[in-house]
């Protein structure tokens, strides 16, 4: 991975680090824009490490790596902050793409992997009264709770765009005014309140 990343001329690894208690301290000492998390380490696993690096270092982006076996520890990375997730065989050139996408503060949301996850961990997440979650989503614009539906279903920018008729930069902007207006700091999060909230499947 350090070989790939390491061909691209606009990215530098500036560090690795054997398991998540390292990691962190990595972090504390080189502020990276961007860590690559594996999930399951030795001592304190990616979870963990994640929670603190979004905790103490939020300019710090990270990226978890997981395979399909491991839907449940992705889902708990991401609820920890992470800014998203590839899997353990992407292709370098997607891989590469992801790691610059995160560091200009987008998120990497895989939609088939995701919905799998949350279709996964859904049935254990406590759901909001019908009441709660219309009150939480008060402030939004109908078209805006459309639009935050399809981003818990796992589309993009482009399907949702085709969806309702709608350019891409309109989306776009209806997505930056989701995450303000709900205090989140990504489309992982919106995804994560979208089924929090019941929004997917009404």
């Known amino acids: 991975m350090r070989l790939v990343l390491e061909a ?12 998540g208690a390292a990691a962190v301290r990595a972090v504390q000492r080189l502020r990276p824009d961007v860590v ?7 001592g304190v696993d990616g979870i963990e ?27 708990g990375a991401l609820r920890a902050g ?11 050139a997607a891989l590469t793409s ?5 560091a200009d503060g987008d998120a990497v949301v895989a939609p088939r992997v995701t919905a799998k ?10 759901g909001p009264a019908r009441n709660d ?19 818990g279903e ?11 008729f709608l350019s891409e930069s309109t989306v776009k902007t209806h997505v930056s005014r989701i995450l303000s207006k709900l205090g989140l700091r990504d489309r992982v999060q919106a995804v994560i309140l979208a089924y929090d909230l019941g929004v997917v499947g009404r």
């Open 36 to 42: 690559l998390m594996d999930v399951r380490m030795p």
């Open 117 to 126: 996850l949350i279709e996964l961990a859904s049935p254990r997440l406590p």
């Open 154 to 164: 796992g589309e993009t920018n482009g399907e949702i765009a085709e969806r309702f």
């Open 82 to 92: 992470a800014s998203g997730f590839l899997l353990k065989d992407t292709r370098p």
């Open 133 to 151: 979650a219309d009150t939480a989503l008060s402030v939004l614009t109908a078209r805006e709770r459309e639009v935050l539906q399809r981003i």
């Open 98 to 102: 992801a790691i610059r996408a995160v």
């Open 49 to 75: 490490a994640t929670r603190r690096i979004t905790s103490l270092y939020p300019e710090t982006r990270v990226l978890v790596l997981t395979t399909y076996d491991l839907d449940d520890y992705a889902f």
């Open 8 to 19: 691209e001329a606009d990215l530098e690894v500036v560090g690795e680090a054997e398991d």
